[in-house]
């Protein structure tokens, strides 16, 4: 029995790395509801931080 709850915890260590990456998408989606109509400005600071995201996932 115990042997079947170590696989459970080395799994469940992948899903904290998605969980980080889905709460980094999650306020990036948040920043974009807030815009009324598509502003150039805007537009280009939201891939600016998408960058900055994908940046912080990729280390």
Excluded: N, W
Aim: hydrophobic share 25%; with cysteine; aromatic share 4%.
């Amino acid at each position: 029995m115990p042997e079947k709850k170590k696989p459970r915890m080395r799994y469940y260590s992948k899903p904290m790395k998605g969980s980080m990456s889905e709460e980094a998408s999650e306020s990036k989606r948040a920043l974009t509801p807030p815009l009324p109509r598509p502003s150039t400005p805007p537009s280009k600071r939201s891939v600016v931080l998408a960058l900055k995201v994908k940046d912080c996932i990729k280390d």
